[in-house]
């Protein structure tokens, strides 16, 4: 008999966490394994087609409710309906938030015959105060006392979601943030065909990044840094954001304000993004906090060099090319300033492909499945 997986995402829009569970799916053994959503946003359905069109189900999880604790209840109370009709043997919580994975892995555990995976993709903002501290420590040992198994993107996104005692225990691996390689091959032809189609002249170097337009981000400081190398710079540049997001009106503000307007592209979100990368010459992001950004993943397979914010995790330099830029304006314009802009070899890139084909690491998520639901039987029967 096949078991039944309820993969638990915010919404169904091109986002990390909505795309790995899509990897997942796509890839996921369907002889031994069925594979269901369950989402808490109607209005970001760009996922939904395939998902339905491939044999799985969406479970739209919404709340009118505005006092935040009674939407959350209320959600959590229709995912434990959802659980209990359906009979689901595992559940499987993808979040960047404690209660992204709470409103769905709480429920979860109330019902005997469903194993919980809670799945941290993200290390999160945190004020640093004494309230935040607090809501940390409860969250944590809130998640890691419901949790039958934790995954997360990288250690210290794991340090930020579960206790020190869970994440030493046989109850936590590191999931990396894989993908379907084949997607973010370099291709010649089209990085000349989607150049021409945004005007970008053959002596430009582009500078990309691919995100949401967030605070998360810094994209105001990629703008301000991006002005100041167009200014002191001979070689010509241009900046491609792609993605979409609330501070979009602000960034295209700011860039008219320090006159490079001309010199930035915004395409809005792209659901091929992926053939974006083959027109840049370096990926850069200035993130403030990630997890372990799939972007990153996704350029260091297309070839591209990678001028990345010391914030980010050290983790995600597997192809060890990627250069780690402190937040300073001077100092990412001397970085840009002495790139080559050339595309990194095939053994770089041969160490990515090895550690983040999608193939080859849903066989560990499958693994975990069938551990869990082994577990579930054996105290079925006991």
């Known amino acids: 008999m096949k078991k039944k997986i309820l993969m638990s ?22 002889k031994k394994f069925d594979m269901d959503f369950v989402i808490f946003d109607d209005e970001k359905m760009i996922l939904y087609d395939e998902i339905v069109n491939s044999g799985g189900k969406v479970w739209i999880c919404t709340s009118s409710k505005k006092n935040k604790l009674l939407r959350l209840l209320d959600q959590a109370k229709q995912v434990y309906c959802v659980l209990r009709k359906e009979k689901y043997d595992i559940i499987h919580c993808n979040s960047c938030s404690y209660i ?45 006392s419901i949790a039958d198994y934790g995954f997360a993107c990288s250690l210290n996104a794991g340090e930020s979601k579960y206790t020190n005692r869970f994440i030493r225990s046989n109850r936590f691996k590191v999931i990396n943030n894989a993908i379907n390689v084949d997607k973010y091959k370099f291709s010649y032809y089209k990085r000349d065909y989607y150049r021409k189609n945004l005007n970008i002249q053959p002596d430009t170097i582009v500078l990309g990044t691919v995100g949401r337009l967030d605070y998360q981000k810094n994209l105001e400081f990629m703008i301000e840094f991006f002005a100041n190398l167009v200014k002191t710079s001979k070689q010509k540049y241009k900046l491609l954001i792609i993605g979409e997001g609330i501070l979009e009106k602000d960034l295209k503000d700011k860039a008219f304000r320090l006159g490079v307007e001309d010199s930035i592209i915004f395409t809005g979100r792209k659901n091929n993004a992926n053939e974006y990368y083959n027109v840049m010459d370096c ?16 350029a260091q397979l297309n070839g591209l060099q990678c001028y990345v914010s010391d914030r980010v995790s050290t983790e995600v330099n597997v192809s060890g090319t990627i250069k780690f830029v402190s937040l300073q304006v001077n100092n990412w314009v001397k970085a840009i300033t002495e790139a080559t802009c050339e595309r990194i070899g095939a053994e770089a890139i041969d160490k990515v492909l090895s550690k983040y084909d999608m193939r080859n690491e849903v066989k560990n998520i499958e693994k975990v499945y069938n551990d869990l639901c082994g577990k579930r039987m054996e105290k079925t029967n006991a």
């Open 9 to 30: 995402v915010g919404s169904l829009e091109i986002g990390g966490n909505e795309i790995f569970a899509m990897n997942v799916f796509e890839n996921i053994d369907r």
């Open 100 to 144: 992204g994975i709470i409103r769905s892995a709480l429920p979860a555990h109330f019902i005997k015959r469903t194993k919980v995976i809670t799945h941290s993709h993200n290390v999160g903002k945190s004020r640093k105060t004494m309230e935040d501290f607090v809501i940390q420590f409860l969250c944590k040992h809130v998640i890691s």
């Open 283 to 298: 990926f850069i992001l200035t993130s403030l906090f990630e997890g372990l950004p799939f972007v990153l993943v996704e």
